[in-house]
């Protein structure tokens, strides 16, 4: 890796920069497929779908007796971890929960009133890592929300990870089932013989989670067509080329396909930032897949000519996690507006957002952050207006409403407010 100006980015590597997507393109037919195949046939598709793609023949796909028995199973020092990111996470996401309001005007009340979602489908990935963090981040909030019957899923294995089954737990789920892929969203979306479809389905996984999630929206609600994992290092001549490097490193473990970006304004940091990596590189457990993610087109090291240039990178990057390592990091993140979740400063590693420090880890991907929030408490409620008009109130409105009425051709809505007023 060498690195590179960001004043001589061309086409092709302005869109492998700029253009990321989830990947689901080659697949959405087959996933279709198996989501047609689940919503037809049921729980003998879920346990077709798990010999075929996840190699685990299953009897019972709920096992929420085993998530259960997980948490007295699992080490002290996992359980209070679980612990300690479950009321971390609750504490900042009960500030979210919105309050119902009214609006007074003399013979005229109007108001906002806030409703929890019935129930909720979390996606707590598996396969090639797990994730007991993904299932407290899609848990609690719709707990918090209010909602009714919170269930998971998560792949099936010969043995699945004990402490995600713990944390599952844990957070306060009311059912989990064994299952995964484009098959998991088809049961939560649709229902089987054991599983009650839901209102909403959350949470990240890979391409065939993302482009099932696209095939049900619209009959279920869901968070997001989230892609590859992100991070967008913005850093000056002030920083440890050592944190640019842990950073950049620990965004790529998560898949060949992360997108891990680095913008400094200096090239001696760049360099040096980029020789950190190489050299912490063979001491990491996922080594192949973090030299992969690095070596992707849509991953690199760039160099600004100014400060300004690198925050005119990061806004149209977008990222899902941005990194700030400047000077003045509150400054510079005044001027970016574009990103899922950010930590500013020498001591707030991404990790921390991953993990336990409060914030969501279910962020938009794909530059996408520039158009919607990641996951929050609002994912799980829904909102209605209420109004109440009195008689002077709505002879107040008679003349306004009457008069457009009439210019609409919509006759009958103009009688409906004269005939509360004929004798």
């Known amino acids: ?18 253009e990321r997507d989830s990947g689901i393109g080659e697949i959405r037919t087959d996933a279709r497929e198996i989501v047609e195949h689940v919503r037809a046939d049921g729980d003998d598709a879920l346990r077709e779908c798990a010999a075929k793609y996840d190699g685990v023949e299953i009897d019972a796909i709920e096992i929420t007796d085993r998530a259960a028995d997980a948490y007295d199973a699992i080490d002290t020092a996992a359980r209070e971890a679980i612990d300690q990111a479950i009321a971390n996470v609750e504490a900042f996401h009960a500030r979210q929960v919105p309050e119902d309001w009214d609006l007074e005007r003399e013979g005229v009340r109007l108001g906002r009133r806030y409703h929890p979602l019935d129930s909720a489908g979390v996606y707590a990935p598996g396969g090639t890592a797990a994730y007991p963090s993904s299932a ?21 294995a010969e043995q699945i990870n004990p402490v995600t089954l713990a944390a599952i737990d844990a957070a306060g789920a009311d059912a989990v089932y064994q299952m995964g892929g484009a098959q998991a969203i088809g049961a939560l979306a649709y229902g089987t013989e054991t599983v009650a479809p839901v209102d909403v389905v959350v949470g990240p996984g890979n391409r065939w989670v993302t482009a099932a999630k696209e095939y049900v929206r619209g009959d279920v609600n869901i968070d997001m067509l989230a892609g590859p994992s992100e991070v967008i290092v913005v850093a000056d001549e002030t920083t440890d080329p050592d944190r640019v490097a842990v950073e950049m490193l620990a965004q790529a473990e998560h898949d060949p396909n992360a997108a891990c970006v680095a913008v400094l304004t200096d090239r001696e940091v760049a360099e040096r930032s980029i020789e950190r990596m190489e050299a912490r590189i063979p001491d990491r457990e996922r080594a192949d897949i973090i030299r992969e993610a690095l070596a992707n087109e849509s991953s690199g090291v760039f160099v600004a000519s100014s400060t300004a240039e690198a925050i005119a990178f990061a806004n149209e990057y977008a990222g899902e996690h941005i990194y700030v390592d400047t ?76 008069t457009l009425a009439d210019r609409e051709g919509l006759e009958a809505h103009a009688a409906s407010v004269d005939a509360r007023f004929e004798e």
């Open 327 to 402: 000077a003045d990091p509150e400054a510079t993140m005044a001027e970016i507006s574009n990103y899922g979740s950010a930590f500013l400063g020498p001591y707030t590693p991404v990790a921390a957002g991953d993990y336990a420090s409060g914030t969501n880890h279910v962020l938009p991907t794909g530059g996408t952050a520039s158009l919607q929030a990641g996951l929050s408490v609002d994912d799980f409620v829904r909102s209605a207006t209420v109004q109440r008009l009195d008689h002077e109130g709505l002879a107040d409105l008679r003349e306004t409403i009457t």
């Open 1 to 18: 890796m060498e690195p590179e100006s960001v004043s001589e980015i061309g086409p092709e590597r302005r869109e492998a920069l700029f």
């Open 136 to 156: 407290i981040m899609g848990i609690v909030p719709a707990r918090v929300a209010g909602v009714d019957r919170v269930v998971v899923a998560t792949p099936p």
